[in-house]
């Protein structure tokens, strides 16, 4: 991998159907269940990012986790969620995000009630140590939380008092949909960090480097400043930052 960055196209992910006995058709960004790939096994803490497009009436049933800390961020439909935490069932729609550190021990659940696909990214962080009490929380953003600026969604233990959601791990999480093609989105990379930086859809430009089409993702780095503009009429992106 270059020191600079690392451009993973849509292409380059590892493909399931759901027609392989799996409720989702699912683009695996690192290593996951039977895909191994030894040159694809994590991203600094980042472990897991599953792009999952569930079947109706299909999904994730209950199942255990633990020493993970896990993301779902919703792009399409209503993902209901049940967890042995809270002993609820709460549907998230598009630009909702769930967080949960699994810690000790979780149970919990992934489905599509609805008679429309459910599009969701499936996202694992390695936690800044093992075992710890289980949390579960939920964020309904909006569009306008994210619209044409960079949303912060989750947080970390240090700076858990100012973002609406945090993990146990030292990344921070951005979401962004750009609508105005004279708008223009920046970041801020600072030295010892790096980003995974993954286009959920549309097109994005990103100055300095090569525009990201729809599941298109650039590993960088350096530190630098990043400035985002359209290329077409819509991009809707994600940063998941953290320490080299």
């Not at 683009?27 to 999952?52: E, I, K, Q, W």
């Not at 600026?149 to 989750?154: E, S």
């Amino acid at each position: 991998m270059s020191t600079h960055f690392n451009l993973i196209k849509k292409s380059d992910l590892h493909y399931l159907p759901s027609s392989d006995l799996h409720p989702a058709n699912t683009y695996f960004h690192f290593s996951f269940a039977n895909y191994y790939n030894p040159n694809r096994m994590n991203f600094g803490a980042l472990r897991v990012f599953n792009d999952d497009d569930v079947k109706p009436h299909s999904g994730f049933d209950r199942h255990p986790h633990r020493d993970m800390e896990i993301v779902s961020y919703v792009v399409r439909g209503q993902l209901t969620h049940w967890d042995s935490v809270t002993q609820k069932e709460e549907a998230i729609g598009r630009g909702h995000v769930q967080a949960i550190s699994a810690g000790s021990g979780v149970w919990h659940s992934e489905l599509n009630k609805d008679d429309d696909w459910v599009r969701f990214l499936q996202i694992w962080v390695m936690p800044n140590k093992a075992g710890g009490p289980v949390r579960y929380n939920h964020q309904r953003f909006e569009l306008a939380d994210r619209e044409n600026k960079l949303l912060h969604i989750v947080g970390n233990p240090e700076n858990k008092d100012t973002s609406p959601l945090y993990i146990n791990s030292d990344v921070n999480f951005y979401a962004s949909e750009m609508t105005d093609k004279k708008a223009e989105v920046e970041f801020e990379l600072k030295p010892g960090r790096q980003a995974y930086i993954s286009n959920i859809e549309g097109t994005v430009h990103v100055e300095g480097h090569p525009s990201l089409g729809e599941q298109d993702t650039l590993e960088l780095t350096q530190p630098g400043k990043l400035k985002f503009t359209l290329k077409d009429e819509h991009a809707h992106f994600i940063i998941i930052e953290m320490t080299q």
